[in-house]
């Protein structure tokens, strides 16, 4: 586990393309070996990290986006995925240099 503050950097791992499939009807992970199906909110998160992107502005954008969405749980949500993502090495993390 690491630890993430909202100033964490994240990038898509090199090693993964992130790309809608049609066929599933979902956005997906193609890895040489395979594909990872994801979730919708998966999916929302991931298609912001293609490019270097704080967490932070990860959260302003999905907040934006979903207004209806409280706040707190969406942040909530956001930091819990990209833990979980990063143990998946889905995920390309920098930290904030002090």
Not at 17 to 43: D, H, K, T
Not at 89 to 94: P, T
């Amino acid at each position: 586990m690491i630890n993430i503050s909202d100033s964490t950097s994240v990038k898509l791992s090199s090693q993964f393309r992130f790309q809608w499939e049609e066929a599933q009807q979902s956005f997906v992970l193609l890895y040489p070996e395979g594909m990872i199906q994801l979730s919708a909110s998966a999916g929302e998160i991931l298609n912001r990290c293609q490019q270097q992107i704080t967490i932070a502005e990860i959260i302003s954008d999905l907040q934006t986006a979903f207004a209806e969405a409280d706040p707190n749980e969406l942040a909530a949500d956001v930091r819990e995925f990209i833990q979980e993502a990063n143990d998946q090495a889905w995920l390309e993390i920098k930290h904030q240099k002090l």
